[in-house]
């Protein structure tokens, strides 16, 4: 069974000793988003890289659109993951979606996580009266619309909002080729779900401790966003950074790298 789930989710691990740390990338990405974080973590930590089911190199046989209609299939599989690669607790640093799979895994089993590390978090991609998540639902909708009749041009629109960076086009372009990677359909139904999840109502009952980082200007999950999230997680800690974009790991990994590094020295000394 554990054997399985590792093949599954393409696991990698970096480091020999050390804490554990997970890296969950986010929807349209993979593991390789994480590769500068990883590296500089895998001097003192033992890292953890997966792909989600439909994405990377994780195994496609393995989804199906039962499993995969909601969260909670990747919940699962999380839990899954943490289940097999060992008992000690583990710090989940989770990227825009993957924070919230992480936080809803922490949900189901707390005593699996030490420390929850959301990079770029957005628990509801909807503006919902007062609450602010970046997009109408007609924009998600028109969205995924445009996903269904243009992969690429969907792409071509993305990347640059997720990336931020006009001095390294590199990155978009990485971004732009990582979204149209894999099965259309299986990113068409991972799109559905993401941005029009909702776990609000869940952070109140979030029990392990909690670090936020909020980009500056980040066109996918706004300020206001790491505000509320701040205000409705019990102990939450919320630091705002300079990056620009959406994919700081990836973009602005020194500054990713200190903020990470900053908090889990705190830990430490607690």
């Given at each position: 069974m554990?054997?399985a789930?590792i093949?599954?989710?393409?696991?990698?691990?970096r480091?020999v000793?050390?804490?554990?740390?997970?890296?969950a990338?986010?929807f349209g990405?993979d593991?390789r988003?994480?590769r500068?974080?990883?590296?500089?973590l895998?001097h003192?930590h033992r890292?953890?890289?997966?792909d989600h089911?439909?994405?990377?190199?994780?195994d496609?046989s393995a989804?199906?659109?039962?499993?995969?209609?909601?969260?909670?299939?990747?919940?699962?599989?999380?839990?899954?993951?943490?289940?097999?690669i060992?008992d000690e607790p583990?710090?989940?640093?989770g990227?825009s979606?993957?924070?919230s799979?992480?936080?809803?895994?922490?949900l189901v089993?707390?005593e699996r996580?030490?420390r929850?590390?959301?990079?770029?978090?957005?628990?509801?991609f909807?503006?919902?009266?007062?609450?602010?998540?970046?997009?109408?639902?007609?924009?998600i909708m028109?969205?995924?619309?445009?996903m269904?009749?243009?992969?690429l041009?969907?792409?071509?629109?993305?990347a640059p909002v997720?990336v931020k960076?006009?001095?390294?086009p590199e990155?978009?372009?990485?971004?732009?080729?990582?979204?149209?990677?894999g099965?259309?359909a299986i990113l068409?139904q991972f799109a559905r779900v993401?941005?029009?999840s909702?776990?609000?109502p869940l952070?109140?009952?979030v029990?392990?401790p909690?670090?936020?980082?909020q980009c500056?200007?980040?066109?996918i999950a706004?300020l206001?966003?790491g505000?509320y999230l701040?205000?409705h997680i019990?102990g939450?800690?919320l630091?705002?950074?300079r990056a620009?974009?959406?994919?700081?790991?990836?973009?602005?990994?020194a500054e990713?790298?200190?903020l990470?590094r900053?908090?889990?020295?705190?830990?430490g000394?607690?």
């Amino acid at each position: 069974m554990r054997q399985a789930v590792i093949q599954r989710h393409h696991v990698t691990e970096r480091g020999v000793a050390g804490p554990r740390v997970v890296l969950a990338h986010g929807f349209g990405c993979d593991q390789r988003m994480w590769r500068h974080v990883a590296d500089d973590l895998a001097h003192d930590h033992r890292v953890v890289l997966f792909d989600h089911v439909g994405s990377g190199r994780a195994d496609a046989s393995a989804w199906s659109p039962e499993r995969y209609d909601s969260l909670d299939g990747y919940r699962d599989d999380v839990l899954a993951l943490l289940e097999a690669i060992g008992d000690e607790p583990v710090v989940y640093v989770g990227h825009s979606i993957s924070g919230s799979i992480g936080l809803m895994a922490a949900l189901v089993a707390p005593e699996r996580f030490a420390r929850l590390i959301m990079l770029a978090p957005n628990p509801c991609f909807v503006n919902d009266g007062d609450y602010v998540g970046g997009f109408e639902r007609s924009d998600i909708m028109d969205l995924l619309e445009l996903m269904e009749r243009n992969m690429l041009g969907w792409a071509n629109f993305l990347a640059p909002v997720a990336v931020k960076s006009d001095e390294q086009p590199e990155l978009v372009e990485e971004m732009r080729a990582s979204l149209c990677s894999g099965d259309p359909a299986i990113l068409r139904q991972f799109a559905r779900v993401v941005f029009l999840s909702d776990i609000r109502p869940l952070l109140g009952q979030v029990t392990v401790p909690t670090l936020l980082l909020q980009c500056a200007d980040d066109g996918i999950a706004p300020l206001a966003v790491g505000d509320y999230l701040a205000a409705h997680i019990p102990g939450s800690t919320l630091r705002r950074m300079r990056a620009t974009g959406h994919c700081p790991h990836l973009s602005h990994p020194a500054e990713t790298i200190a903020l990470i590094r900053g908090y889990l020295g705190q830990a430490g000394a607690d």
